[in-house]
């Protein structure tokens, strides 16, 4: 966008470039509910973040949380592949993609908290401690320009002394800020039929399910305890909400298409 913005400063250019990365976001999705759950299932819950006022809402303005969602999506379908190849590459790629979702946002450092979360809880999931010590190098190394480029040009620690006041600044919004705002965005019934689809289908739980409700859980308890709200932080769920969802869906009308 700067690059854009060197050429000609258009605000119409911005939104653009911030609409075509929340559209990127919706082809991960079904991307992601292909590899997992099936096309049908896929398709629905591109249908959901395509209609999801959040996502819109969200995705049309010139914000980082576009982009970081975006590539946090990304890792999750990387992380998706891994489960089903066991393919280390895929891990791989995943660290290196989670760095760009660190440099598309900072605060997106949480989702390695997800990633091991999963990975703690899957003990399907293969994986040795030296991949994903080789994962997190990736990652790094792809992080690694951002601090040396402020480094080299003489940058102070500015930075820091912001980290310490967002850590211990007042809070900005009520304890139960996101439950009022979010859910109605997201969609209530896109939530509802989640929930349901891991009560009802608990038994045909796997690693799938148990990657969703991580990338779901470990930023909703993060952002919950942080005093500092935006409506927006919460955006990375609404994709494997939308998944969760879809997949019930997806079994429903495979029901209705035999009878």
Same mark, same amino acid.
């Given at each position: 966008l700067s690059v854009i913005y060197k050429i000609q400063f258009s605000d119409l250019a911005g939104r653009l470039l911030a609409v075509a990365v929340g559209l990127g976001a919706i082809l991960l999705t079904y991307f992601i509910g292909k590899s997992l759950y099936g096309r049908v299932p896929g398709a629905l819950a591109a249908a959901i973040i395509a209609l999801m006022p959040y996502h819109v809402i969200v995705s049309r303005q010139v914000l980082l949380d576009g982009p970081m969602m975006f590539f946090a999506t990304l890792t999750l379908y990387m992380l998706a592949r891994f489960g089903e190849s066991q393919r280390v590459e895929w891990l791989y790629a995943a660290g290196a993609v989670m760095g760009l979702t660190f440099l598309s946002k900072e605060t997106s450092i949480i989702m390695?908290?997800?990633?091991?979360?999963?990975?703690?809880?899957?003990?399907?999931?293969?994986?040795?401690?030296?991949?994903?010590?080789?994962?997190?190098?990736?990652?790094?190394?792809?992080?690694?320009?951002?601090?040396?480029?402020?480094?080299?040009?003489?940058?102070?620690?500015?930075?820091?002394?912001? $980290?310490?006041?967002?850590?211990?600044? #007042?809070?900005?919004? &009520?304890? @139960?800020?996101?439950?009022?705002?979010?859910? !109605?965005? /997201?969609?209530?019934?896109?939530?509802?039929?989640?929930?349901?689809? $891991?009560?009802?289908?608990?038994?045909? #739980?796997?690693?799938? &399910?148990? @990657?969703?409700?991580?990338?779901?859980?470990? !930023?909703? /308890?993060?952002?919950?305890?942080?005093?500092?709200?935006?409506?927006?932080?919460?955006?990375?769920?609404?994709?494997?909400?939308?998944?969760?969802?879809?997949?019930?869906?997806?079994?429903?009308?495979?029901?209705?298409?035999?009878?």
């Open positions: 390695m908290g997800a990633i091991y979360t999963f990975l703690a809880l899957a003990p399907e999931i293969k994986v040795r401690i030296r991949d994903l010590i080789v994962a997190t190098v990736l990652m790094v190394l792809v992080i690694l320009p951002f601090p040396m480029a402020i480094s080299l040009a003489g940058g102070t620690s500015s930075g820091g002394n912001y $980290l310490v006041w967002q850590l211990f600044r #007042r809070p900005n919004h &009520e304890a @139960l800020f996101y439950f009022q705002p979010v859910p !109605p965005a /997201i969609g209530t019934t896109v939530i509802v039929v989640a929930l349901l689809g $891991l009560a009802l289908l608990w038994g045909d #739980r796997s690693w799938r &399910e148990k @990657l969703l409700t991580a990338w779901i859980i470990v !930023p909703v /308890i993060f952002f919950q305890l942080w005093p500092v709200k935006g409506f927006q932080y919460l955006l990375p769920i609404a994709p494997p909400l939308a998944l969760l969802a879809g997949r019930v869906l997806g079994k429903m009308a495979a029901q209705a298409y035999r009878y």
